[in-house]
T-cell receptor
Framework: QKEVEQNSGPLSVPEGAIASLNCTYS??????FFWYRQYSGKSPELIMS????GDKEDGRFTAQLNKASQYVSLLIRDSQPSDSATYLC?????????FGTGTSLTVIP | DAGITQSPRHKVTETGTPVTLRCHQT?????MYWYRQDPGHGLRLIHY???????DKGEVSDGYSVSRSKTEDFLLTLESATSSQTSVYFC????????????FGPGTRLTVT
């Protein structure tokens, strides 16, 4: 079983809609959770970090963490074509880091 | 980009040759990491460092070694490159006091023929 599981997609949403990206993880000892955005041919860039249960909002992005269900999600409100990218879920367990394989998002104008 | 550079940015090498990739940072970050990214596997941690001469293994360390003799440089060496090590390699740093948030360099595309 992989440490981090993501639906690879592709996920397509119309411009202005809410995009919902999901991630599950296997190790209950995981401490910190992250969402990265990666454009094709580029390096990952950090969007959000979340450490405790609940919601964390930053602009159009909301991260949600539910440790009991071992579930992390990212909501993107008012999706824009520039949000089209691959979104990576990541976590750390001790000094080890694990990334999901990413969900490809396309925002259709 | 958190002041991270990687060199070379692209490299083609032959099976069995040694290869060293360099990660250089300008902002004195303590923690540095090497990842590889492959289709279907995502990013996987190879090695990490939490200070000069302090390094440890990640998930996929076999066939790789690292060295950190200065805070600003973290070197990844493939002792004898194999075709399975064809990948994109990313270096990352963590900002002190930001609980493991990582910031990535631009990457090195390595092809082993």
């Amino acid at each position: 079983q992989k440490e981090v599981e993501q639906n690879s997609g592709p996920l397509s949403v119309p411009e202005g809609a809410i995009a919902s990206l999901n991630c599950t993880y296997s190790d209950r000892g995981s401490q910190s959770f992250f969402w990265y955005r990666q454009y094709s041919g580029k390096s990952p860039e950090l969007i959000m970090s979340i450490y405790s249960n609940g919601d964390k909002e930053d602009g159009r992005f909301t991260a949600q963490l539910n440790k009991a269900s071992q579930y992390v999600s990212l909501l993107i409100r008012d999706s824009q074509p520039s949000d089209s990218a691959t979104y990576l879920c990541a976590l750390n367990t001790g000094n080890q880091f694990y990334f999901g394989t990413g969900t490809s998002l396309t925002v259709i104008p | 980009d958190a002041g991270i550079t990687q060199s070379p940015r692209h490299k083609v090498t032959e099976t069995g040759t040694p290869v060293t990739l360099r990660c250089h940072q300008t902002e004195n970050h303590r923690y540095m990491y090497w990842y590889r990214q492959d289709p279907g596997h995502g990013l996987r941690l190879i090695h990490y460092s939490y200070g000069v001469k302090d390094t440890d293994k990640g998930e996929v360390s076999d066939g790789y070694s690292v060295s950190r003799s200065k805070t600003e440089d973290f070197l990844l060496t493939l002792e004898s490159a194999t075709s399975s090590q064809t990948s994109v390699y990313f270096c990352a740093i963590s900002l002190a006091g930001r609980s493991y948030e990582q910031y990535f360099g631009p990457g090195t595309r390595l092809t082993v023929t």
